[in-house]
């Protein structure tokens, strides 16, 4: 028999707010990946896993043109960052709720800063067994422009990955989307 | 409830022969990647999963060196591609053997040529949920000149891909060395 350990099997899963719609919808490649994962790996038997759901928040650079800069003080800064973080609360929530119906024990959070530094670094930190990300699937040329947080975390992370495209279906017009 | 459809999952596995001990015997990476299949993903979950078996036999240039090749004849070569053949299927037999002891459903196959190519032209034709590759986990220097079977398939494959590293303690003292 191969060691089958009775500790579940952990699944950390990187997951982003959609580009068009914005929060709290999740990127078409992260319901993708999740849909994938649940599918394929977990199937019926939802006690052997374990899934983690990271949220990595990018910080806005552009916060300052969101408010009448007159009046910005640091008590505005610190509701704009509670409002994001509720945004990415209510991200979360989504996936979180997939799993409760169907019966996968699961945790989730948030961070903040670079996403491909932050799934590296958390990988590191929480050693799950596995780590899954979607990807949007762009042709070379795209890549180059849009980043390539996959790419980097196939290449660093220190535990296998998988690599979810999405399906050529589900793509939105123009690639760079969402 | 996620689209959990009756058909097993199909995880196709790249194997290959040690390259120290040679025939019949496989590949630390090749059995690290099927432990780690079978103990993290499959887990008791047989039944819902089935194991392919691809084992790519590089055609040997030095084939000429290992006969006498005054008595070299066409009856030699046919010979010898046979018995060739019967250590591929010996090796296949070492992962057979585990997947029944296992109760894991499971196929092997052999094909001559090019592994990184024919991985992904079988990929193309069978079509699996995921390819799990093995990977002698080598530094950047060393990637150059031993190859890099497991990026080209995780490059190109058209289907997920996993590769697992082999763990630090099961590295032989010339990583080049399997």
Same mark, same amino acid.
């Given at each position: +028999?191969? =060691?089958?350990?009775?500790? @579940? ?10 580009? !068009?719609? #914005? ?43 969101? +408010?009448? =800069?007159?009046?910005?003080? @640091? ?10 973080? !509720?945004? #990415? ?45 979607? =990807?949007?699937?762009?042709? @070379? ?38």
């Amino acid at each position: +028999m191969a =060691s089958q350990s009775s500790e @579940p099997t952990r699944i950390m899963m990187a997951v982003n707010e959609s580009s !068009i719609k #914005g929060y709290p919808h999740a990127s078409i490649s992260s319901r993708t990946a999740f849909e994938w994962t649940v599918a394929k790996l977990v199937r019926s038997n939802a006690a052997g896993f374990r899934l983690l759901f990271l949220h990595v928040q990018v910080p806005d650079e552009d916060a300052f043109e969101d +408010m009448d =800069s007159i009046y910005a003080s @640091p008590e505005d800064f610190h509701n704009m960052n509670e409002k994001d973080r !509720i945004r #990415g609360l209510h991200l979360l929530e989504y996936f979180v709720k997939r799993c409760h119906q169907n019966e996968i024990p699961c945790e989730a959070w948030i961070k903040k800063g670079d996403p491909k530094e932050l799934i590296c670094s958390e990988v590191k930190r929480v050693k799950p067994d596995l780590l899954v990300v979607g =990807s949007r699937g762009l042709g @070379p040329f795209q890549r180059v422009f849009v980043g390539t947080v996959s790419e980097f975390c196939a290449k660093h992370a220190e535990c296998p990955v998988i690599t979810i495209k999405r399906k050529p279906a589900d793509a939105p017009p123009d690639p760079i989307d969402d």
